[in-house]
């Protein structure tokens, strides 16, 4: 049912216009003709993470955005679009491969959304090499260059001659393919030749692959010509030396290929007997898995190509793809770092959190004494806000408890400080997520270092992953047990602080401290509490949580007409939460929404979501944030958590949302919300279709949300100096609002 067929649907509708008193506690009634299941109604996921990075491409074909970021943006989408292949379309072969003809709520079966995926890939690509070719000649107005081999001066080539000889020649393993050396085997996203040769004046043709040896420490891809930068790939200056590898033979051709294999690989969790050596397991198993994707040069010969695509068991027509120009354009991460400062995004620095910033005292009393403090990163340092709580928790004596989940993270602070609170003679139980995807074998690794330092490490709930992102500790204060807490959206990873958007809530609040209490002991123990008191903890109460709160949203509409629900996350994907956002809207309650990539839910659909919108927000950090709000007939509730709107997150992972009770955290979290509902520069708006329509500012010189946010958080840290950050606080926040006025009555 598309959109014209719906408002056909309602305008044959004799009873859906009904007469209604107008008094303003009153709320048009509407039928339940419209089935809410229909499928049209529903977006798909794997397209409109697509969409997503659609977005970030034309960051990097904005000329607003500097140069250098722009090469960045560009990397950034093909490792992107790299881990798509791995995990949205291997997920998609493998439940082919498994006879799945079920559609998803969208209507789509595994097959249907393979092929729309993988046209809508090729037309992404063709635009990738679009903006590719644009960024090059721009980049060469500043004397940066990607050149061929062959286009250098001879003592330029002969002086790389030497340098391959020297580096790169020592690393190379030609391996032939002939019946007695059968077809090599292929590592995951790495660089290969297709090398055709044969003896002088032979006739019979010889077949060899040749790795590219790319690595971050010993051969980049990109090689700087003479300390300039000028580059050449590695793979042209091998193909111009291979008569180094292949003495005395005569080359008849030579071309690139990639392939991507499938990273979701999933033992039998139920027999394994230990998740350490499952998981262990499983990233062995990931080496060897299944190929769904191949990059092939388009001057490949055709032969060569189908004799791939056979021997990797793959659908020539379906899998292969031609790249032109660079392939694997992640690595323009090293372009993207030269250092030309003018030609990059202004340095950001994070401030730190106001009421730290100029208060050297113990952490705890600061937060006992002044209430829960809310931390945006990157805006507020994580160094001296997250990393200063949990270094306070390790030296403190009178600490006796620290509890941690660790999804993602880095070596530093946060695992310096677990590790010297363990020393202290602390009691330290850390839950280690060894299933964060791609971040698997560094989690194992640290797993093992915390065990040896006497850390308690536990790996969770079997079956579930914990994704929530928590820091609980016990303190005695005066003659009590005092429980205290840090609450966030993101990870504990120092680097991830500086690029992602994230928030996190330090307190001491009774209530939430015994429920995270109840929580780590479902978490190292068994059995999960029926409910809490404050939280909202997946896989038990979060779902069903916020469905009642949307269902009492519209009751309250009904009374009142002044329903709100307004919701900032990475992801809708769940069904059963877009059907109830759906309920809302058709009830009238205003549903408005800051999803950064997938989406379901379609906004402005005549007699269904036309109370609703959806607004994208891509800037120079990753939106990561996650908040819930809803007006609940006056007594307003805020919520920040880890988790995402999807069914994964919600029925399959240990997450927790918070409520934010404090009125001065609530002004912060509307003034962030405001902000990017009246963003004019880097927010986009979904059509009812799906489509995203980028805000274009009557202000060329006009800041998006984040720009605005990084000064917000400098403003609010040189008020406080002054003890003035309240009043500056208020005067944003009512900036903001009329803002958003004006805008909504344009």
Known sequence: MNKNEIQQAIDEDSDFVQDVDPGPGTAPSIPDEIDLGDPSLYLNRELTWLAFNRRVLNEADDSRTPLLERVKFLAIVSNNLD????????????????????????????????????????????????????LM??????????????????????????????????????????????????SNLT?????????????????????????????????????????????????????????????????????????????????????????????RERHFAPIVRLEVQPGMERIHRGMLAAELGLNEDEDVFEVEGMMGLRDLFEVAGIEKPELHD???????????????????????????????HPYQAFSTSVERFLRTAA????????????????????????????????????????????????????????????????YGVMGLKTHSKLIFVVRRDYSQLRRYYHIGTGNYHSGTAKLYTDLGMLGCDE?????????????????????????????????RGIIEKINREIEHHKRHGDGLIQMKMNALEDAEITRALYKASRAGVKVDLIIRDTCRYRPGLPGISETGRVVSIVGRFLEHARIMYFRNGGAEEYYIGSADMMGRNLDSRVEVHAPVENPELRQELRLILDVQFADTRSAWDMDSDGNYTQRIPEDENAKGAQETLIGVAEKRLAAAAKHKEKKVRSKLLSHFQWRLREKNLK
């Open 83 to 134: 881990e798509f292949f791995m995990k949205r379309i291997g997920g998609l072969k493998q439940q082919i491969a498994a006879g799945v003809h079920t559609p998803s709520v969208d209507g789509r079966t595994p097959a249907q959304q393979l092929k729309e995926c993988q046209a809508a890939v090729r037309e992404f690509q063709t635009e990738m090499q679009r903006i590719y070719s644009i």
């Open 137 to 186: 000649s721009e980049l060469a107005q500043h004397d940066i260059r990607i050149v061929l081999h062959d286009d250098l001066p001879p003592d330029a080539r002969e002086r790389l001659r030497d340098y391959f000889r020297a580096n790169i020649f020592p690393m190379l393993t030609p391996l032939a393919m002939d019946p007695a050396h059968p077809f090599p085997f292929i």
């Open 191 to 283: 660089l290969n030749l297709l090398v055709t040769l044969r003896f002088p004046g032979g006739s019979e043709v010889y077949m060899a692959r040749v790795k590219v040896p790319v690595s971050k420490d010993v051969s980049r891809r990109l090689i700087a010509i003479d300390g300039t930068t000028t580059f050449v790939t590695l793979e042209d200056l091998m193909v111009k030396n291979l008569d180094m590898l292949f003495p005395g033979m005569e080359i008849d051709s030579c071309a690139l290929f990639r392939i991507t294999r499938n990273a979701i690989v999933e033992p039998d969790a139920e027999a394994a007997n230990d998740l350490l050596e499952m998981i262990e397991t499983e990233l």
């Open 346 to 376: 202004k340095t950001h620095r994070a401030v730190d959190h106001p009421l730290l910033a100029n208060d050297r005292r113990n952490i705890f009393h600061i937060i006992r004494e002044n209430g829960p403090l809310l931390l945006q």
């Open 395 to 458: 030296e403190d004596p009178k600490v006796l408890a620290i509890k941690m989940t660790l999804y993602r993270t880095s070596a530093g602070p946060i695992l310096d400080s677990l590790m010297q609170a363990a020393r202290n003679g602390k009691q330290v139980a850390v839950l280690v997520e060894l299933k964060a995807r791609f971040d698997e074998a560094a989690n194992i690794v640290w797993a093992r270092r915390l065990e040896a330092e006497g850390i308690h490490v536990n």
């Open 511 to 543: 209530d939430i401290g015994q429920d995270l209490t109840e929580l780590f002991n479902y978490l190292t123990g068994y059995s999960p509490p029926p409910s809490y008191r404050k939280i909202l903890a997946a896989p038990y109460t979060l779902k």
